[in-house]
């Protein structure tokens, strides 16, 4: 079982900055491939970033590319997404999310947070 626990969400305006946290607990995180994952009220939950175990490889959804970034410390055990020039339409409840393999679906993650509200005014 790997528990997760995500933080940092917030009110903020077009164009500030936000780092969600992504506290893991449990089997050892580090052989787990993370994700970020929205969802916005009456929309299917969507991918946003994903990271490999060690780091060295990531994705984004085109949404984001160039404005966020993922970053994991394994010696904490925490997950990170930078998010910079925010846009009213990343309002969404942001979920991390652990997987065997990198993976950009939603079906291919087995555990996630209960989420953090991220939420962006004009």
């Known amino acids: 079982q790997v528990q997760l626990v995500e933080s940092g969400g917030g009110l903020v305006q077009a164009g500030d900055s936000l780092r969600l946290s992504c506290a893991a607990s449990?089997?050892?995180?580090?052989?787990?491939?993370m994700g970020w994952f929205r969802q916005a009220p009456g929309l299917e939950r969507e991918f946003v970033a994903a990271?490999?175990?060690?780091?060295?490889?990531?994705g984004y959804a085109d949404s984001v590319k160039g404005r966020f970034t993922i970053s994991r410390d394994n010696v904490k055990n925490t997950v990170y997404l930078q998010m910079n020039s925010l846009k009213p339409e990343d309002t969404a409840v942001y979920y991390c999310?652990?997987?065997?393999?990198?993976?950009?679906?939603?079906?291919?993650?087995?555990?996630w947070g209960q989420g953090t509200q991220v939420t962006v005014s004009s």
């Open positions: 999310a652990a997987s065997i393999v990198l993976d950009t679906n939603v079906q291919g993650y087995g555990y």
């Open positions: 990271i490999s175990t060690s780091g060295d490889n990531t």
């Open positions: 449990g089997r050892t995180v580090s052989r787990y491939a």
